[in-house]
């Protein structure tokens, strides 16, 4: 590659753009820009060439057709060891362009306004700059292309320590970086189309997915295992991906994914709530009005589960809870927020994590996906979001749970959707007494469950993930003494399981929904 004589800068993200460009100016490349950049540099006393003076040829159709120009493109895709590029640009009146600085707006800030309109969408969508980011990003081999301002200080030390000229390998790599940078681009604005369609049209048949990268990971799930943290880039402020870390260790790969399946388990219920999570299964959920006592009472669900486990609250963390949880081992706790003397009590064990999580509610309703990667494909399906009204469960049994029991029931059942099935709770007064988990035989979470309570399960309310396709598991249950149970339906066998309820005067509410969590 020749030396740079020759830039493009036409940037939204204006970080180090200035001193970039000066420095540019100090080596003797002259630079073409446009619109608000080229104001920002002029402002700075940089010499800038305007597209429209370069082309000659004045923007039209309110500014939709500027830089599409074969002076521009030309410029950047001319191939410098081609006698006819050579001759053709020549013939033209082109000027070779051999750094191009473009970066887009992003689109997401353009739906993100409360009350934007399709067709305002769609007249932020850029044409010109993608095209240019393409251009220069083919033709690597003789153009540099910069997409993020953080490589601005490799590109200006490479044209200044090797005559003027860019690495090849370097081109390569801001090719790759260029593309991703497009691609993201149109992503979303397919993912935004999507969204206007009518319901039933949320599956394109190419399904892209914009993420960027966080951080590196010291590993994944194993040591032996690299890996990386990305975000949605229609990620809100609500998501894991926009955590706050306050002090603590690095998060690790498995970190990361208990802190998630800590915060939506506490964030399903209205009320103050607490929950522990290991190896992303809850070993205790409570609700409550004293966050103290609802703490502990979440613990003693199963503590030495809780030992090294994640701690998750929806409400301010308070130094009486604080002072609680510094009792015994924990890898993280996760909050919208914390008192000042919490943190302070936090501070003097320095390894736990303590993140905070924003606590406004997302503007913008969105389509959200969950993913699950197999060999060769990806399944892709609606989160589970579906709310119950207690006015639409259905008592098929004799007995008929009161008010009090339905309201436990309801909590035991938001707690079955956030265990791996086979999944069996145990629950009373707001609390977890016994959680069965990811047992091959239903009846063998329910027994499970029973082990792991550290009281009385008489007169216990009793959720099941799925329903039951013997009575054995409720047979079981009857031995604990169990009040009631809540549970989908839909068994072949559910005149069974019914009249094995009636046997034993438990009574039995169908959701006619089920919370699989594989």
């Known amino acids: 590659m020749a030396s740079v004589a020759r830039a493009l800068i036409s940037v939204f993200d204006k970080t180090g753009v200035v001193e970039f460009a000066q420095r540019l100016?100090?080596?003797?490349?002259?630079?073409?820009?446009?619109?608000?950049?080229?104001?920002?540099?002029?402002?700075?006393?940089i010499p800038v060439v305007q597209v429209s003076d370069y082309t000659g040829f004045q923007e039209m159709l309110d500014g939709r057709v500027k830089t599409l120009h074969p002076k521009v493109h030309g410029g950047i895709l001319y191939r410098r060891d081609s006698k006819e590029h050579k001759q053709s640009i020549e013939e033209h009146g082109i000027k070779p362009i051999d750094l191009v600085v473009i970066n887009l707006y992003p689109f997401e800030h353009t739906i993100a306004r409360e009350g934007c309109t399709l067709a305002?969408?769609?007249?932020?969508?850029?044409?010109?700059?993608?095209?240019?980011?393409?251009?220069?990003?083919?033709?690597?081999?003789?153009?540099?292309?910069?997409v993020n301002p953080k490589d601005y200080t490799t590109?200006?030390?490479?044209?200044?320590?090797?005559?003027?000229?860019?690495?090849?390998?370097?081109?390569?790599?801001l090719s790759r970086d260029a593309f991703a940078h497009t691609a993201r681009y149109d992503s979303l604005i397919s993912r935004y189309l999507s969204g206007q369609l009518k319901k039933g049209s949320e599956f394109p048949p190419l399904f892209q997915l914009p993420f960027e990268k966080v951080q590196e990971l010291r590993y994944g799930e194993n040591p032996h295992q690299s890996a990386a943290f990305y975000r949605d880039l229609d990620a809100g402020p609500r998501d894991i991906v926009s955590v706050?870390?306050?002090?603590?260790?690095?998060?690790?790969?498995n970190n990361i994914i208990d802190l998630e399946a800590a915060w939506q388990l506490a964030n399903e219920f209205g009320?103050?709530?607490?929950?522990?999570?290991?190896?992303?299964?809850?070993?205790?959920?409570?609700?409550?009005?004293?966050?103290?006592?609802?703490?502990i009472k979440a613990r003693e669900t199963d503590p030495v589960s809780a030992f090294g486990g994640i701690i998750g609250f929806n409400r301010t963390v308070s130094s009486e809870t604080a002072g609680e949880i510094l009792k015994n081992f924990v890898e993280a706790v996760i909050a919208p927020s914390y008192e000042t003397r919490a943190l302070e009590l936090f501070s003097e064990k320095k390894n736990i994590r303590i993140m905070k999580m924003s606590s406004e509610s997302t503007v913008l309703e969105k389509q959200v996906f969950d993913f699950k990667r197999v060999s060769g494909g990806l399944l892709i399906q609606d989160r589970d979001a579906i709310s119950h009204d207690p006015a639409a469960l259905k008592v098929v049994t004799q007995k008929q749970p009161n008010t009090k029991e339905i309201d436990d029931l309801l909590f035991a059942w938001l707690v079955a959707k956030h265990v791996k099935s086979n999944a069996i709770i145990y629950a009373r007064n707001g609390e977890t007494l016994g959680i069965g988990a990811g047992q091959m035989s239903r009846v063998d979470s329910a027994r499970l469950a029973v082990?792991?309570?550290?009281?009385?399960?008489?007169?216990?309310?009793?959720?099941?993930?799925?329903?039951?396709?013997?009575?054995?598991?409720?047979?079981?249950?009857?031995?604990?003494?169990?009040?009631?149970?809540?549970?989908?339906?839909?068994?072949?066998?559910?005149?069974?399981?019914?009249?094995?309820a009636d046997e034993h005067g438990i009574a039995m509410i169908f959701t006619g929904t089920r919370h699989f969590k594989h």
């Open 25 to 45: 100016h100090a080596l003797g490349v002259e630079i073409i820009s446009t619109g608000g950049t080229a104001g920002l540099l002029k402002e700075n006393g």
């Open 120 to 146: 305002e969408a769609i007249e932020n969508i850029d044409i010109g700059g993608p095209a240019m980011v393409r251009s220069a990003a083919k033709n690597f081999n003789d153009v540099t292309v910069i």
């Open 155 to 173: 590109v200006l030390g490479e044209i200044e320590g090797s005559s003027g000229s860019v690495a090849l390998e370097t081109r390569m790599r």
């Open 244 to 253: 706050r870390q306050i002090q603590g260790k690095e998060l690790s790969f």
């Open 271 to 295: 009320s103050s709530s607490a929950v522990v999570i290991k190896h992303t299964n809850p070993s205790g959920v409570a609700v409550g009005d004293n966050q103290l006592e609802t703490f």
């Open 451 to 500: 082990e792991k309570a550290h009281q009385s399960l008489k007169g216990c309310m009793m959720a099941s993930d799925a329903f039951f396709p013997f009575r054995d598991s409720i047979d079981e249950a009857a031995k604990s003494g169990i009040s009631a149970i809540i549970q989908p339906g839909g068994s072949i066998r559910d005149d069974e399981v019914i009249h094995a």
